[in-house]
């Protein structure tokens, strides 16, 4: 059973930083694409952010790249989002996500078919 706990949300000004932590469970967690998904009130749910946990490729959708970082830890079976110079459309439900392993390419979001329960993220002035 494949487990994704999310961690670390809550709230940030404009200009801030937050990080996101997703921690695994439940499977051989190195053969995965990992990534961070959002979901902004009134939007389908998008793809942020993802990373292959065997060579370290990272992925992010335009709209935060630049400002935020996913990386890993291996020792932790742990994933993160980095999170800098918040802006008020940052705001949106997070989710962590995990991809089969026949996935090569960490940034098609419509492979990923494991996800976490969420973490809130509110950036307000």
């Known amino acids: 059973q494949v487990q994704l706990v999310e961690s670390g949300g809550g709230s940030g000004q404009p200009g801030g930083s937050l990080r996101l932590s997703c921690d695994f469970s439940?499977?051989?967690?190195?053969?995965?694409?990992v990534g961070w998904f959002r979901q902004r009130p009134g939007k389908e749910r998008e793809g942020v952010a993802g990373?292959?946990?065997?060579?370290?490729?990272?992925y992010y959708a335009a709209s935060v790249k630049g400002r935020f970082t996913i990386s890993q830890d291996n020792a932790k079976n742990t994933v993160y989002l980095q999170m800098n110079s918040l802006k008020l459309e940052d705001t949106a439900m997070y989710y962590c996500?995990?991809?089969?392993?026949?996935?090569?390419?960490?940034?098609?979001?419509?492979?990923?078919?494991?996800w976490g329960q969420g973490t809130q993220v509110t950036v307000s002035s």
């Open positions: 996500a995990a991809a089969p392993s026949t996935t090569s390419n960490c940034g098609t979001w419509n492979k990923f078919n494991y």
């Open positions: 990373i292959n946990t065997m060579g370290g490729s990272t």
């Open positions: 439940g499977y051989t967690y190195s053969r995965r694409c």
